[in-house]
């Protein structure tokens, strides 16, 4: 039904705006990518919307880009995966990332976002499974299982995804894990 807010962005109070589009103050429920990009108090703001109305409220999540907003919507057609859960995922995790996991399969990955299980993560995995595509704006996969395992080994010793995919970056296509890992290791304490 609201598709879409133009407005002045009156109020930010992590995870939720406020939106004054035409004297009417709209509370919205952003994820944090999202929240991240917010321009200045009283400056114009556009988000695309989803509009969920349930018994006892109703609810306006925005998104600041159409992959976000339909990703969301992939994600609460899951059974047990409801707006928040949705949202937090889209806090934790860009739409890049999160169809580079479910192409990897990396269970791993998604646990790390509060509120996942390993049971909810192995179904968002098997339900998103080929549906996150380039039309989402999903980056190219990791080449190789070196380089996936690579990845995983610097997510594991506490390095985020965006620190350790620019690690990849600088390595050769063809190295091994365990060089890679070293290399990596040496240009991200630099």
């Known amino acids: 039904m609201i598709g879409r807010l ?64 339909s990703t969301f919507r992939l994600l609460i057609k899951i059974s047990g995966v409801g707006p928040r859960t949705a949202l937090s995922i889209l806090s934790g995790l860009s739409v890049p990332e999160l169809a580079a996991a479910v192409a990897q399969q990396q269970v791993g990955r998604l646990v790390k976002v509060p509120g996942i299980g390993k049971k909810t993560a192995e179904r968002l995995l098997l339900e998103l499974k080929g549906k996150l595509g380039p039309d989402l704006g999903a980056t190219a996969s990791v ?10 080994a610097l997510v594991a010793l506490g390095y985020n995804d965006r620190d350790a995919a620019a690690a990849l970056k600088a390595l050769p296509v063809d190295i091994g894990v365990s060089d890679g890992i070293k290399q990596a290791l040496k240009s991200l304490s630099r």
């Open 6 to 69: 133009t407005g002045l962005l009156a109020a930010k109070t992590p995870p939720q705006v406020l939106v004054d589009a035409g004297g009417v103050g709209y509370e919205i429920d952003v994820p944090m990518s999202t929240f991240y990009n917010l321009p200045g108090l009283g400056e114009r703001i556009v988000l695309l919307t989803h509009f969920v109305v349930r018994e006892d409220a109703q609810l306006l999540y925005g998104f600041s880009s159409e992959a976000e907003r």
């Open 143 to 152: 080449a190789s299982d070196a380089q996936a395992d690579i990845v995983q």
